[in-house]
């Protein structure tokens, strides 16, 4: 099993930053990817960003593609997104992810590049707001 602690949400205006970190504990070795989802009011959940442990590839959704800015620390086992340029349709609920190579069955299965990953261990998740 796989822990994810978020922090650092809260409530920002429109063009400011914010934060994010993702803490992730328990058998971490087992998981080749950590990323971001996030989830609006009213929206299903869909893909922000991702990084791969094995050779540290990134992969962004378009719609945050030079704004956001995944990051890992192997040391602290944690995950970070910088959040710059922020908009209002930003505001979400944003959950740490973390998992492997698909398989049959699996219930999330995110693809990034050629291959594919489900995604079996969630945070909880931290609230983002960005006000006009």
């Known amino acids: 099993q796989v822990q994810l602690v978020e922090s650092g949400g809260g409530l920002v205006q429109a063009g400011g930053s914010l934060r994010l970190s993702c803490a992730a504990s328990g058998r971490t070795f087992s998981s080749d990817v950590m990323g971001w989802f996030r989830q609006a009011p009213g929206k299903e959940r869909e893909f922000v960003a991702a990084l791969t442990w094995g050779d540290g590839s990134t992969y962004y959704a378009d719609s945050v593609k030079g704004r956001f800015t995944i990051s890992r620390d192997n040391i602290k086992n944690t995950v970070n997104l910088q959040m710059n340029s922020l908009k209002p349709e930003d505001t979400a609920v944003y959950y740490c992810?973390?998992?492997?190579?698909?398989?049959?069955?699996?219930?999330?299965?995110?693809?990034?590049?050629?291959?594919?990953?489900?995604?079996?261990?969630w945070g909880k998740g931290t609230l983002v707001t960005v006000s006009y």
């Open positions: 992810a973390a998992g492997g190579r698909t398989r049959p069955g699996a219930p999330v299965v995110q693809q990034l590049g050629s291959r594919y990953y489900a995604m079996d261990y």
